[in-house]
Each structure stands twice: as C-alpha cells, then as structure tokens.
C-alpha cells in the first residue's frame, strides 16, 4: 500500500498489526505501517498544526474506506472494522509511521466460530507481521491463510507473518471454538 499524501512520497517498509479477541466477540486492533522519507521533508512539514490535522483527516478517511470495501464476517455475520483513533508519528525524521485502532464487534456462539478476513491479492511491497491474542476461552482450530503462522503461548496467540515479494490474499479463515 504505497501512499501519497499532500505531495509526499512515502515508501512503506514494514505493516505489523496486534488484535485482541474477547470472549463476548469485540475485536480490538492495533495496526502500524512504518514508512521511509528519504528526504526528511514530510517530518519538517507535519509540524505544521494544520497540516499535522489534514494529514490525520486523510489517514483516517482512508483507513476507514479500505475497511468498509473488504468487509470481514464472523460467523456469516459482515462486520467492518471501524477506526476509532489514528496518530502520526516519526521513528526518526526519516522513518514515519501512521497508527490505528480499529475495532469491531461480532456474534460469537458457544463452540466452534468462524472469523473470515478479505484482503487483496497481491504482491507484499514490504514485509508483515500480525498477531492474534485470545481470550483463555477461546481456542484456535483451523487456519487457513496465504501468510506464514504459527501458534503460541498455551495456543492462545496466532501469529501471522509475510514478506516482501510474497503474494498474498484474497482471504484468511480463522476457525476457534469458544469454550464454556
């Protein structure tokens, strides 16, 4: 997803993303893409207030476009994923990265639920990393996904990785049983 904001090209270089998964179905996610600027321009100008707050507009915005057009569903259920904060911020002044939260809810049952993501396919320009945290109620069963995985800590924690010049998409499938 290279990006152009306000005539500044910025190169993606690394998307990592945490989502945490409660027992009653909320899904909170916290996702970072890490950028290059070569030049150091975009940082002398997001000082600028007003630029700093269109620049935040337009993230957001687009964000929350790039959600509502790859819907998710829980169970059948479509659910969109809806951002409730994002921030810019520099690593150093060559190295911003923009910061969302996003959260959803959905019909999670006793037994086995089935949470399906719609992504693009395409080609990774950069390389990624996602984790998924469960509650201790609920288990990971069946994985299906074009990203590398492995499960972690007592099987409570899916974590998803790719890298640059893989292909990915078009969908993940996560199966997990909810536990009494």
């Keep these: ?37 070569n030049t150091g321009k ?6 600028d207030d007003d630029f700093y707050l269109d620049e935040l507009e337009t993230i957001t ?12 569903t829980i169970n059948g259920h479509i659910v969109i994923p809806q951002v409730v904060h994002a921030e ?18 959905g019909p999670l ?12 396919t395409e080609t990774l320009e950069y390389d990624v990393n996602s984790i998924y945290l469960f509650d201790v109620s609920l288990k990971p069963r069946s994985i299906q996904s074009s990203l590398h995985y492995e499960l972690l800590h007592k099987e409570r924690i899916v974590k998803y990785w790719a890298y640059r010049g893989e292909i990915v998409g078009p969908k993940e499938v996560l199966q997990f049983e909810k536990e009494k």
């Design 1 to 37: 997803m290279s990006t152009v904001l306000s005539n500044f090209s910025l190169k993606p270089i690394f998307a990592s993303s945490i989502i945490t998964i409660t027992a009653s179905g909320h899904f909170l996610q916290h996702l970072t893409y890490d950028y290059l600027d």
């Design 42 to 47: 975009y940082y002398e100008r997001i000082q």
């Design 61 to 72: 915005w687009n964000m929350q476009a790039f959600m509502e057009d790859l819907p998710n």
């Design 88 to 105: 810019i911020d520099f690593k150093n002044i060559t190295l911003p990265f923009f910061y969302w939260v996003l959260e959803f809810d």
């Design 109 to 120: 049952k006793q037994g086995l639920n089935i949470y399906e993501s719609v992504m693009s």
